[in-house]
């Protein structure tokens, strides 16, 4: 069953591009994070079920990199997100035009062609209370469909979290 899971998201990242940016403090010894939770009061901007589904695929991943949930961790997880719509680059150019003995005009009319992608954009920060602070970020962007079916949905955050922890923890 997880190699299934594994063939789904990998066709999912490379079907959608999912563009993700990392920013981290460079002193900070990763080594010393063994265990980590999440902030309590998250304002994530996502419904319950999508946390829910984010919060899961981030355990899975978080854990097969041999970190543990913990009551007393050592780093907590905070997320944000943010949906927007893309503007849409496809038009088509209508244009009208005229000359003659010095007298020229035109008229020329961009008309979009599909629709616009809806997107959204998902910061996940790694902060040390006891110390450093925010430690690691990541910020990943993809489109994103409101009506995506549950399961599609879980396939949808698991390859968004493979995508942000495959350079977690980084290399020096």
Not at 3 to 17: G, N, R, T
Not at 93 to 116: A, D, F, K, Y
Not at 129 to 145: I, K, P, R, T
């Amino acid at each position: 069953m997880r190699y299934l899971s594994l063939i789904v998201v990998l066709f999912l990242v490379s079907c959608a591009p999912i563009r993700v940016n990392y920013d981290y403090e460079t002193a900070t010894d990763f080594t010393t994070y063994k265990t980590y939770n999440y902030y309590a009061n998250i304002q994530s901007g996502l419904s319950e079920l999508d946390v829910n589904r984010l919060m899961n695929a981030l355990d899975e991943e978080l854990q097969s990199k041999g970190l543990t949930l913990s009551e007393t961790p050592d780093f907590f997880i905070d997320i944000k997100s943010d949906e927007f719509q893309e503007a849409n680059r496809s038009s088509v150019g209508v244009g009208l035009g005229g000359g003659g003995r010095n007298v020229g005009g035109g008229v020329s009319i961009g008309i979009p062609v599909g629709q616009s992608n809806l997107n959204r954009q998902i910061i996940i920060d790694f902060v040390d209370e006891n110390g450093v602070g925010l430690f690691w970020q990541a910020v990943s962007e993809d489109s994103f469909n409101p009506n995506a079916k549950p399961d599609k949905r879980e396939a949808k955050f698991k390859a968004i979290v493979v995508k942000i922890l495959e350079n977690y923890p980084p290399k020096k």
